[in-house]
């Protein structure tokens, strides 16, 4: 599933590529965006930004029109010269913006929805968004009081909730539980306040490290390039993420996955450098 980093090089681009552009054509096979550009055509307005908040992903026009998108498993965004041969099957299209010079197209995005300010703003899902990891103005305590509040959740769950902090996902959940040696499946009320600060701490360290100007900005869905180690080895570039019974880069211990959470997404850990039940340092 693309994650936050991609969501946010993806808009990257898409804003590079098309904002102040002049729309001169729209297309989409989404019966609901149809209606919609009938009764107030896309094509004559300017595209004025691409953002992304999360997971999700925002193209807004002139007129006070808002084109949401989430790619859930699957979607992806591309960019193409309007003479040039796609990379994925025509028949996978799903929306495509057209300006002179370029045409942005997506493909098999599950969630797309047109909105004016207003009415995005009350979006369930969207309105109830955490603070967003790659926030330029984001604040580490907000976040970690959020996480803080949810002492019911497993660690591993928590990261996941984007109403609490939005735009990481699993590669980066087992990711940032490692690094912080923090074992996912340990419940939130039982870490202490500098375990909370870490997980924030290193959720934002990672996801700004995938999406630096030299990180790619590609349009396509995750192809397996994050890097959290800082090796150069394509082979070493992550902790635990899709390493079961690998050894373990630090201790030499086999990785371990499991389900958690009710969406049953595998979790990666290392069992000696993570435990289930940390040791308690006794305070003199």
Known sequence: MPEGDTIFRASRTLN???????????????????????????????????????????MTFSGDLV???????????????????????SIDMRIIVKTLSIWAVAFNVPIAEFHNLDTLRRRDGFRSLGQDVLAEEFDASISVASLRARGDLQVGEALLTQSLMAGLGNVFKSEVCFACGINPFRPMETLRDDEVACLVRKARQYMLANVTESSGDQIITYVGMRRTTGRSNAQERLWVYRRKNDACRRCGEPIQSRKQGKDARTTFWCPICQPLHPIQTSKS
Do not use: C
């Open 16 to 58: 590079k590529a098309l904002a102040g552009q002049l729309v001169t054509g729209f297309e989409t096979v989404l019966p609901k965006l149809s209606r919609v550009d009938v009764d107030a055509p896309v094509a004559g307005r300017t595209v004025e930004s691409v953002k992304s908040r999360g997971k999700w992903m925002f």
């Open 67 to 89: 084109l949401l998108t989430h790619m859930l498993m699957n979607g992806s965004w591309h960019i193409y010269r309007p003479d040039e041969t796609w990379q994925k099957r």
